[in-house]
């Protein structure tokens, strides 16, 4: 019953979407028959308000959705890379890299997401957003300025790799690995 669209569309965008999945979604509605709701609950809202409300009860609701959230890792590291979120600093091997904000969105975008295979446009949504003025070889060139800063060798990538006709993935090889990547090759390597 928005002006622009419907809350449900808006609900299915956002499970959608790969960065946007797990935030939590309350419906806040007059539509209150019984199918609107399970509707609702089934496109993948977490809770759903039929007004009239109390609105203690609706900041009660909320609190809820994120107890026990844990927050974002505030670095990651992985193979001699490691990416401060709060300082906004990359160091490889403890030398400071010089990356662009994009260079660092891209990185933490991939290395908050191991072994995923991204195409060049959940690439561009995630990282350059839903509202931009790229083309999907844009991804090219910014993996391409991504390896030659972070690759002992870009032409033999070790951590960002090129998944022919899918997209790309971080996932370190033949450097040290973060844990669940070793566990993966294992159960491998096992079948």
Known sequence: MLPDSDGLDIC???RNDAQLSQIPVIFLTAR???TDRIVGL?????DYIV???FVREVIARIKLQFRGTAAPARSLKAAGIELDRTS????????????????????EFLMSR????FSREQLLNGVWGQDRAVTDRTVD????RLRQKIESDAAAPRLIHSIRGFGYSFEPRGASTPESIVHDEVKLQAS
């Open 51 to 53: 007004k009239p409300f």
């Open 42 to 46: 089934e496109l993948g809202a977490n």
């Open 12 to 14: 299915k965008a956002i």
């Open 88 to 107: 906004c600093r990359v160091t490889l091997n403890n030398e400071n890299l010089t990356l662009t904000a994009t260079e660092f969105r891209l990185l």
């Open 114 to 117: 191991p072994g995923v295979v």
């Open 141 to 144: 060139v910014y993996v391409l």
């Open 32 to 34: 209150a028959s019984e």
